[in-house]
């Protein structure tokens, strides 16, 4: 086995007190001190608007982690160890006057520092500007932000070009966590690495894709946010764009991060825009109403707490994207994402064609086609559904699908799955860039969702749909005027 290299590096944290670091970031740091993969010298510093010592800092520490670590109590002597390692600065992010203390923290300039910004896209620019003039950034900074950045591409390009005023290319780590799954990573390695796979794909063997994130939550308390956002700018642009680019791009020469963006870039570039006049059969918004959820009652989005009550903001949206390339030309992409759905559900299908020629039962054609099914959440895994013979004397050649199924959680057993922070934060430390997003995919991607609003300028306001349901019938209808149906309503 080979040793794994366990890299030092000093961690400035911003917005430790924020709902992101409580849930994701600090129980990501806990799982990597408990794999013992952070180097002895690793430190955090943890930069927080409020006042407290390091003692009631560690308390809020411990609350965070249990509450929000999966079906793992907290290991005390790990705690211990993770705590031993942190510091606490009380500091306003948009000022200058206490940054020095941040360049202070710093023992060992030859360690890579990572500044992690958990903090509204809009004061990134302010954080860089302050570490700059304050003498904290040096070759070795890396900076992770998180996505979206901006609202448009022209929001997005104001936030990049600040922040290329104190970084280079090479030193920011664009997140989004969806590219840290298991399951999203092994997307690489079953399309190229497999030939059974490999060779089929594209539009001769695969008549159209679907995917699927959908969200039983409502806003959870984000009414402000999401009013301005919405389900458009706040998944589609970055969550399903990165993985129809995963699905669709061609093979990378390598598996370096640029090799890799590059391919990702070209189906961003490809991709058919939604014009106008395509909006009606190409595109459906939806916004929920009341509806049960778990057997208990919960309020449409008009009804949430600080809502507006003529707010015409998507929380559904779904899609027929064409990409204009030799790989993809005539398969079709529905996208479609929303809250308040029936499940929780995050998943790809990919749909190959039948066979040119059917000699089995005539009633049974509609099975002939197998199915590709990529499962994000909520078990990660990877099934392929094939026909077979039915069991038995009297069943003759009737057939039956099944799969042919990769649990993650079933086939690892004795291994735990890595939360998707942990990956990124690992690979941030060993800057790695390949999981990141590039400037120039932010901007094609802006660039396409631009277009798609205002492809939707003239449509009527979003259709309703219960709490509850898979959306309106409208997303239904889209897909039935294909002879198609989504993967959950076969």
């Not at 998507?314 to 809250?339: D, Q």
């Not at 559900?345 to 990919?350: A, E, N």
């Not at 749909?351 to 020629?357: L, R, W, Y």
């Amino acid at each position: 086995m080979a040793r794994i290299e366990k890299p030092n590096c000093d961690i400035a944290m911003f917005g430790a007190l924020g709902d992101l670091a409580r849930r994701k970031l600090f129980p990501a740091l806990y799982q990597l001190e408990r794999a013992g993969l952070l180097g002895e010298q690793t430190r955090v510093l943890a930069l927080g608007l409020d006042e407290m010592d390091l003692s009631a800092f560690g308390q809020q520490l411990r609350q965070g982690l249990e509450k929000h670590l999966k079906a793992t109590p907290v290991d005390d002597e790990v705690f211990q160890r993770l705590v031993s390692r942190i510091h606490y600065l009380a500091l306003d992010f948009t000022t200058p006057e206490k940054y020095p203390a941040l360049r202070d923290w710093r023992l060992n300039r030859d360690v890579p520092l990572i500044v992690y910004m958990a903090t509204p896209p809009s004061i990134y620019g302010d954080i860089g500007e302050n570490l700059h003039n304050s003498g904290v950034i040096s070759a070795n900074t890396r900076v992770v932000v998180e996505k979206p950045i901006g609202h448009d591409l022209e929001s997005s390009r104001l936030i990049n070009d600040r922040l290329a005023q104190f970084f280079s290319e090479s030193q920011l780590f664009r997140i989004d966590h969806y590219l840290g799954k298991e399951t999203v990573q092994n997307l690489i390695a079953l399309r190229f690495a497999n030939n059974l796979f490999a060779s089929q794909w594209n539009n001769t063997s695969i008549s159209h894709v679907e995917i699927t994130v959908a969200e039983k939550v409502g806003i959870e308390g984000r009414w402000g946010y999401f009013d301005q956002a919405g389900q458009l700018r706040d998944m589609v642009q970055n969550h399903l764009l990165q993985l129809l680019c995963l699905i669709a791009m061609d093979p990378p020469s390598d598996l370096s991060a640029d090799s890799i963006r590059d391919e990702k870039v070209k189906v961003l570039k490809a991709l058919n825009r939604i014009t106008p006049e395509r909006a009606d059969t190409h595109l459906v918004r939806g916004q929920y109403t009341a509806g049960i959820i778990d057997g208990r009652p919960v309020p449409g989005y008009l009804e949430e707490p600080g809502a507006v009550a003529d707010s015409s903001t998507e929380t559904f949206v779904s899609m027929k994207v064409e990409i204009c390339n030799w790989r993809w030309a005539g398969v079709p992409f529905y996208l479609r994402t929303g809250k308040r759905m029936a499940e929780k559900l995050s998943q790809i299908i990919i749909h190959f064609k039948p066979a040119p020629f059917y000699i089995f039962d005539p009633d049974q054609k509609h099975l002939a086609n197998n199915l590709l099914i990529i499962r994000l959440q909520p078990d990660e895994g990877i099934s392929l559904q094939v026909l077979t013979k039915d069991q038995g004397l009297d069943k003759g050649m009737r057939l039956r699908p099944g799969p042919l199924q990769l649990s993650f959680s079933e086939a690892f057993k004795r291994e735990r799955i890595p939360d998707a922070y942990e990956r990124l934060l690992w690979e941030v430390m060993n800057g790695n860039q390949y999981l990141f997003v590039r400037r120039d995919e932010v901007e094609y991607a802006w660039q396409w969702i631009d277009q798609v609003i205002e492809g939707w300028a003239d449509m009527p306001p979003p259709r309703r749909y219960p709490a509850g349901s898979w959306g309106p019938v409208a997303s239904i209808a889209m897909i039935a005027r294909d002879g198609r149906s989504w993967y959950e309503e076969l």
